[in-house]
């Protein structure tokens, strides 16, 4: 077992005096219905004031028992729900069982030639604002509050003893790399176990090899959560020309030409992200068809390559259309909207009559309905309209467990 750095042992331990809170008639039936946040306007009591990551019990007005979690007075989410309905103690061993049944969702992965997935994925397996990923034998922990930073340790030790690691990364999330104050010493980026690793790491999807840097990578290094829709893409590619747009690091790429594609463009603003989509098909050559395919690689803007492939009637068979988060807000929801019926106009542009289209949106700001409703109202007024072939969303790693959890949905569709 790989020793755990002093670091952690250094941390501070949360208080042993628990935070007693009532909360509002609409703050109690939404944690009644497994809703795993308590914000700071629903508290009506509360005992005493609390550090970062203090226990705080949730009671009813008669008293009751509601829930414990895990108290932030950074944040206007004040505490983060770890246990409803029953009393327990969070320690090393509550921890342990959490992680050993988020793990035993994912078993099915580990035979699909797959060592790259989700093993927490936060409130949705019970712990909130805390996220691991594992990249073969790499694992990264992000936590989203300094809630987490008296936890890290009893957190790691119950990772040691339900999973077999070399590397343990911690990452932080960006306002939390802004409250120094309260991290100890943790940085974003830090190696919790020795040694360091290379900034890339090799692991396996679904057979394919891909590269992440788990340190400075977006996310956690990779964008685990489309591995699914990935998978449909490389079912559909054979024989097929394919545009990849805000392609990253040429996971839908990779995917296409395993499948079978002829053709295989990827386009992202990103040079690094266009030098990684390189190096993956390199990772890639024992495979004959991603060998044999022939690739093309774009950083530039995407909506100035659709326009730029329009003038030039470039077309393909396929069309995929996955874009960053666009509304990180309410008030950013039309411009969203805006922005995808946008993209869809100009992706029909490029796309052969019958060719599919993929689109998707990680924006959970953005409703399901919003985004099927704006993606059809588009391809409507450009004279394409679009049969359905599937709307899809989370994968088995990306659960789902309250309606705000959910972010992701995309849809393929074929157009006249």
Known sequence: MTELPAALSQLPSPSSQRIALRITSPAERALKQGHPWIFDQSITE???????????????????????????PTSPIRVRVLQKIKPATIDTNWFYEKIRTADAIRAPLKEQETNGYRLIHGENDGLPGLVIDRYAETFVLKIYSPAWVPHLKDVCTALQQTQQFNRLILRLNRSLNKQAEYLHGLSDGMTLTPPTPDNLILFKENG????????????????????????????????????????????????????????????????PAAQATLRNIKHNQNKPNVKNAKFETLDQDAFEAL?????????????????????????????????????????????????????????????????FDAIHQSARETGRPLEEIERTGHALDHPIKYKEGAYLKCLFATAT
């Open 208 to 271: 394919l090899t891909f590269e992440c840097d788990p340190i400075n990578g977006q996310k956690t290094g990779f964008f685990l959560d489309q591995r699914e829709n990935r998978e449909r893409v490389r079912e559909l590619s054979k024989g097929k020309s394919v545009l990849n747009v805000f392609s990253y690091t040429g996971g839908f790429s990779l995917y296409a030409a395993d499948g079978g594609a002829k053709e295989v463009v990827s386009v992202d603003f990103s040079t």
């Open 307 to 371: 326009a730029q492939m329009k003038t030039s009637g470039r077309l393909f068979d396929i069309v995929i259309l996955d874009p960053p988060m666009f509304a990180q807000n309410q008030s950013q929801v039309e411009p969203a909207l805006a922005a995808y019926r946008r993209l869809t106009h100009l992706g029909l542009d490029v796309l052969k009559r019958g060719g599919i289209l993929v689109q998707a949106s990680c924006s959970s700001r953005v409703s399901t309905v919003e985004f």
């Open 46 to 72: 509360q005992s005493h004031e609390g550090a970062p990551g203090d226990l705080a019990v949730i009671f009813d007005d008669k008293r009751h028992f509601l829930g414990v979690g895990l108290y932030d």
